[in-house]
């Protein structure tokens, strides 16, 4: 069976920092190129960052662009994403996928970032 699991998040204040973690088994982890998306209150999905299979190759929405940073771990099938200098607007809940399901609902739960002063 698929599983994600997604920690790390909290309630910081704005320039604050976090990394947050997923935990994925049920597939070879280290064949997918995988992403962050988030959801915000009210809002949509929005794509947040992805690297390739190997670690790489990233990519970045200009919204988080110099602020986040992605990586991996094949060997511990986990996926990172080092959140700096966060902003009110980087609320939301976080959700690691698989690149080619990111247009799909999550399969993980979810870790919320909350950033307020």
């Known amino acids: 069976e698929l599983r994600m699991v997604e920690s790390g998040g909290g309630l910081v204040q704005p320039g604050d920092a976090l990394r947050l973690s997923c935990v994925v088994s049920?597939?070879?982890?280290?064949?997918?190129?995988m992403s962050w998306v988030r959801q915000a209150p009210g809002k949509g999905r929005e794509w947040v960052s992805t690297?390739?299979?190997?670690?790489?190759?990233?990519d970045y929405a200009d919204s988080v662009k110099g602020r986040f940073t992605i990586s991996r771990d094949n060997a511990k099938n986990t996926l990172y994403l080092r959140m700096n200098n966060l902003k009110p607007e980087d609320t939301a809940v976080y959700y690691c996928?698989?690149?080619?399901?990111?247009?799909?609902?999550?399969r993980g739960q979810g870790t919320q970032v909350t950033v307020s002063s």
């Open positions: 690297i390739n299979w190997s670690g790489d190759t990233t």
């Open positions: 049920g597939f070879t982890f280290s064949s997918w190129d």
């Open positions: 996928t698989k690149t080619v399901e990111r247009q799909l609902p999550p």
